[in-house]
């Protein structure tokens, strides 16, 4: 078991594959001049499984794989084939924009890797093609309504932007009411590879439960997980629920059960901090495991309280882009 230095328990772990993607959310990078890892720098899929073992030896029982867009790694289902292999491994999840993750849903399904969060910022094709700066609407719809009419258990992640896609909060409900899935509204957060700076948000967690009980005030509250990061409720009438994720606001920091490895092997323990050490140049330098275990013992062992803590130490400025991070 993984207890950090404010006695969390740490069992979850957000493993980027990759940081290249195939869509150019204006939110999380911009439109060119990005600095994507060179390959020889990503971890390999041998790498990423033996992170993925030593950190299941330790305690981690449940890994969500993350990008980047996990799917533009051509050996991405040989990593979960393995993955599927760790006995105390209870939960495998795969976050994706849903553009590439078509020829997978059958093996996904046969593997029972069936916890998909798929990112959609609009159901109007002009918003969705002016947010992503692609012509993806189409492929995304499809293989949205596949996964969820195939039984996966699917969450739809959506940023709530100022000024871009506020008119589909309320829409993209109604779409969704027939379906049981969860349409997750999260706070944008100011890592987008230095496209633009800000100190606040307008489209905070209060404001869009506000919006929607304009139309829907016949929510109710449902309970949640400790560990939860979104606060979750339940329409009337309506087949699946709704959550808000308070990602810029931080109010679920106290219950922080969360570890983050980057493609690149760079660890992470908040999502506001910096890299507090590398497993790539660890395993490629000594292929210790203890030396590997250790050091995530170290970090572990000294992760700041909350992430107004961890944000201290870039003095208000982020020049990551969720791509490099994997949200
Ligand atoms: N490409 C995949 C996708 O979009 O689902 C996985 C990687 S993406 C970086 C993981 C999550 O981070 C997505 O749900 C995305 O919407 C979210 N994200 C990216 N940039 C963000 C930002 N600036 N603020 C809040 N969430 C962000
Ligand atoms: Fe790509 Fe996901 Fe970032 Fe969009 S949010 S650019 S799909 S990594």
């Known amino acids: 078991m993984l207890i950090d230095n404010h006695n969390r328990s740490i069992n979850y772990l957000r493993l980027a594959v990759t940081d290249r993607c195939n869509l150019r959310c204006n939110y999380c990078m911009p439109s060119e001049g990005i600095n994507f890892s060179k390959n020889d720098k990503l971890m390999t899929i041998a790498e990423l499984s033996q992170v993925a073992e030593i950190l299941v030896g330790q305690g981690i029982d449940k890994i969500r794989i993350t ?7 051509k050996d991405l289902m040989v990593l979960l084939r393995h993955l599927k292999t760790l006995k105390n491994l209870k939960d495998i999840s ?3 924009n849903a553009t590439l993750i078509g020829p997978h849903i059958d093996e996904l399904k046969s593997l029972g890797i069936k916890n998909i969060n798929v990112s959609l ?8 093609e002016r947010i992503t700066r692609r012509n993806q609407y189409d492929t995304v719809h499809g293989n ?3 996964l ?15 000024g871009q896609n506020e008119q589909d909060i309320l829409p993209i409900l109604e779409l969704m009411k027939h379906y049981p899935v969860s349409v997750r509204f999260l ?3 100011p890592f987008n590879g230095g496209s633009k700076t800000f100190q606040k948000i307008k489209w905070d967690y209060k404001a869009i439960l506000e919006h929607i009980a304009t139309a829907y005030p016949n929510y109710k509250k ?3 997980p400790k560990t939860s990061t979104s606060i979750n409720y339940q329409i009337e009438g309506h087949k699946g629920s709704f959550g808000l994720i308070p990602s810029f606001s931080r109010t679920f920091c106290g219950s922080c059960n969360r570890l983050r490895v980057t493609a690149t092997g760079d660890v992470i323990t908040c999502l506001y901090g910096k890299p507090k050490a590398n497993l790539r140049d660890l395993l490629r330098t000594s292929n210790d495991f203890a030396a590997v275990e250790k050091t995530i013992l170290e970090t572990i062992g000294n992760r700041a309280k909350t ?6 130490e870039h003095q208000g400025v982020f020049e990551n882009s969720m791509t490099s991070i994997g949200g």
Request: glycine share 8%; net charge negative; hydrophobic share 40%.
């Open 148 to 162: 969820i009419t195939e039984g996966f258990n699917v969450r739809i992640n959506f940023i709530v932007l100022d």
């Open 67 to 73: 990008g980047g867009e996990p799917f533009v790694r």
């Open 94 to 96: 795969v976050t994706t």
């Open 144 to 146: 949205l309504i596949r």
């Open 222 to 224: 449902l309970e949640s």
């Open 121 to 128: 910022d609009a159901i109007d094709k002009n918003t969705f």
């Open 307 to 312: 992430g107004f803590d961890a944000q201290q």
């Open 187 to 189: 706070e944008e957060m």
